[in-house]
């Protein structure tokens, strides 16, 4: 039996790097899938590969319709959601005085305002049911920030409070929320800069076992806040 044999997951991001990830350890797992990305394309090929049902929602989040339309399917198809993973994320940024207004609006509605609205249709199906999780993806940049980073870090500066807000919220609901910070991972996204940098990276795989605990553990424990990363990545005392 899979750890999460029974639950329903929705993974927002979830056609690459993290989201992907997580898609597929949770599978591993026995869970049933919502997966949401803006690429149709690469969800199909996802959700065929999988061992587990899984349904495929093209959406973008940061639009609200389009993110009520994709709770509303996966309570059509499933009845019920367990777990809600914001992974969607977007990097930009550059010398503050260089920044464009674009830019920034961009991070922060990608990073901030779609866990908002995913959070928010969470709530509305976990409450009448008693109780779900939530695990946001945030990143050490919400502790550590680096230079030319700001919509970047001040967006997951954010999600940490809205983590603290939705477990607080959540709790007299059964519902618990915590987030997961990974260092440098080997992703597509991942910087040339960071690439050339010579900065250690670990594999999705060392990431995403994290995420699984989380989503794993009893209905009344939660991990509010995971830090994972490689030991020898500049991160403490980095500035």
């Given at each position: 039996m899979g750890q999460l044999d029974g639950k329903v997951a929705l993974i927002t991001g979830a056609s690459s790097g993290i989201g992907k990830g997580v898609a597929v350890a949770f599978a591993n797992e026995g869970a049933r899938l919502v997966l949401a990305a803006r690429r149709a394309d690469l969800l199909e090929l996802l959700t065929a590969s999988l061992p587990v049902e899984a349904l495929a929602v093209a959406a973008d989040v940061t639009d609200e319709a389009q993110v009520q339309a994709l709770f509303q399917k996966a309570l059509q198809r499933f009845g019920r959601l367990d777990i809600l993973v914001n992974n969607a994320g977007v990097f930009d940024g550059g010398?503050?005085?260089?920044?464009?207004?674009?830019?920034?609006?961009?991070?922060?509605?990608?990073?901030?305002?779609?866990?908002?609205?995913?959070?928010r249709e969470a709530f509305r199906i976990?409450?009448?049911q008693g109780g779900g999780?939530?695990?946001?993806i945030g990143s050490i940049s919400?502790?550590?920030v680096r230079p030319h980073s700001a919509p970047y870090s001040t967006s997951k500066f954010g999600i940490t409070g809205?983590?603290?807000?939705?477990?607080?919220?959540g709790r007299a609901h059964g519902i618990t929320c915590g987030v997961l910070h990974p260092g440098n991972i080997?992703?597509?996204t991942l910087t040339e800069a960071r690439r050339l940098s010579g900065e250690p990276v670990m594999q999705i795989e060392d990431c995403v076992q994290t995420a699984v605990t989380m989503a794993a553990l009893p209905a009344h424990v939660n991990l509010l806040e995971a830090i994972v990363l490689p030991i020898d990545q500049p991160y403490?005392?980095?500035?």
């Open positions: 010398p503050l005085e260089e920044l464009s207004l674009a830019a920034w609006e961009k991070v922060i509605a990608v990073n901030l305002r779609g866990p908002f609205l995913c959070t976990m409450k009448p999780r939530i695990i946001n919400a502790q550590r809205l983590t603290q807000v939705t477990a607080l919220e080997a992703v597509e403490l005392g980095r500035g």
